[in-house]
């Protein structure tokens, strides 16, 4: 049986034939947000835009000589590849890598990016307190052949099938190449972070071994997707290598497919705060690898 619908969860989900959508229970940002003793905080005013629209873009977190050396990393990791492992997705029906995942742990590079202040500072603001890395992984499309992730909300999937019990959490999307119209760039729901959607059907076994290279369980309906776009519109925030994108857990985001002869390599950081850390999945099944969701927490410390 799925996770009984209780007041102790406000979070529950894929237990019912029909979607729901439900007012979030959390704050957007915890604590007072001043950033006091945060060099690299937000001011007040790109604060309160996050708040209210569930993200911030910024232009140049990272230099474009930065990017490009975790961009030649990235593609080092990719080309070292030699079959299936745990951590690594391919594309489906092909053995090319579409996610190479917990890079703050197993590289050097990349865990030196995840402890750097510009983007710690930015989560504990948001965040209310210290944190630690929940995910990190590098999403690949190649050009031509690179496909669609669909609209979700990572908090559902972190909730059910991970056991994050609260949206405490945000995610980093960082350009190594150019994010353009044409490349399937990340696309985001302005302001859904403050609607919670109940998806529909049980979460199969073994799903993160399918979801991840195709998710069908734990995504929203058409309706509940027509409902929020009308309220939000749709926004894809686009840069040059070294552009971001801090988004909040349960803002609803997606990407279309790469047609282009252009590439799109992402590095994702997800943060989480030290007193959000996963429980037992609120879902019916065991908890997702680590790779996917982080139990042995180790702080950030800067």
Request: hydrophobic share 35%.
């Amino acid at each position: 049986m799925a996770q009984p619908t209780t007041i102790a969860d406000p979070y529950w989900s894929r237990t019912e034939h029909d979607w729901q959508a439900v007012d979030r229970e959390d704050p957007v940002v915890w604590g007072d947000g001043s950033g006091s003793g945060f060099e690299y905080a937000l001011p007040r005013e790109q604060l309160k835009s996050f708040e209210n629209e569930g993200f911030h873009h910024v232009d140049a977190l990272l230099s474009e000589a930065e990017a490009a050396e975790l961009l030649a990393e990235a593609d080092r990791l990719a080309a070292s590849v030699k079959g299936p492992s745990p951590g690594v997705v391919t594309e489906p029906q092909s053995d090319v890598v579409r996610s190479l995942f917990r890079v703050h742990r197993s590289n050097q590079k990349f865990r030196a990016v995840a402890h750097d202040r510009r983007l710690v500072d930015v989560a504990r603001q948001l965040l209310g307190g210290e944190v630690y890395v929940h995910q990190s992984r590098i999403n690949f499309k190649p050009a031509f052949d690179g496909r669609e992730f669909f609209w979700h909300s990572d908090f559902e999937t972190w909730h059910i099938e991970d056991g994050m019990p609260r949206m405490r959490a945000v995610s980093l999307s960082i350009s190594l190449t150019d994010n353009n119209e044409f490349n399937g760039p990340l696309m985001v729901i302005p302001r859904s972070h403050q609607t919670y959607v109940r998806c529909v059907g049980a979460t199969p076994e073994n799903h993160f071994e399918q979801s991840l290279r195709r998710q069908e369980y734990g995504v929203p309906s058409r309706e509940a997707m027509t409902q929020l776009v009308a309220r939000g519109g749709i926004l894809a925030p686009k840069g040059r290598p070294g552009s971001s994108l801090f988004f909040e857990c349960n803002l609803m985001h997606g990407s279309a497919g790469n047609l282009s002869p252009f590439p799109r390599t992402n590095l994702f950081i997800v943060y989480n705060s030290l007193e959000n850390a996963c429980v037992d999945p609120f879902g019916d099944r065991p908890p997702r690898p680590d790779y996917l969701a982080e139990r042995e927490i180790e702080p950030i410390v800067t």
